[in-house]
């Protein structure tokens, strides 16, 4: 291993342990150098900030687990994301406090949104508003998922997932029938009048 990820593993493995000792913002450069026997100059040579070492840990652990698996149907990508962000739930519930410009909550968003978008798309393929259907799909998984983490992933995943393929199929389905109820009506007021129509 190069000595360049040697020192942004060790950096990497320095935050985690602070993040579970304490929330995100209460977190210094000094303190992070500190723990891993480094200076800052060493970090600053890797990393903008610490926001900068999060978003890195993020990428790098999180697609080299998920790459294997871009393969797979759309529910079963979004089940293993979900066992990854359980897995590390103290980590990320903790990175996801902190809110603003170049905050791990406005990477995760970034990173997730075509992520989960390009899992949909497929979905909609021949239809022309398949972008405004996918991104709808896509803004409401990742908004669920982030909410998940910030309640601190109380239900385990495959419970989570569960909920959230019953919401989606189970608000399709309503629609669905609640539109083929209308279209009962409609035809059924059409044939009422006609038959009316040709009394008269």
Known sequence: ???????????????????????????????????????RQSFYYHFRDKYDLVNWIFYTEFFADIQRSFDKPGWELIEKMCQFFYE????????LQVRGQNSFSEYFNEVMHPLIL??????FADDPDRDFYATFLADSIRVTITRWLLEGAKLPPERFIELLKKAVTGLAYKIVMEEEQDHSRSN???DTSANSNQKV
Do not use: H, W
Request: net charge neutral; with cysteine; glycine share 2%.
């Open 1 to 39: 291993m190069p000595d360049s990820n040697i020192t942004k593993r060790a950096l990497s493995a320095a935050m985690k342990e602070l993040m579970a000792e304490r929330p995100m913002e209460k977190i210094r450069i000094g303190d992070i150098v500190e723990r891993c026997n480094m200076n």
């Open 88 to 95: 590390n739930r103290t980590f990320y519930t903790n990175a």
């Open 118 to 123: 390009a899992r949909f798309d497929d979905i």
């Open 188 to 190: 059924l007021q059409d």
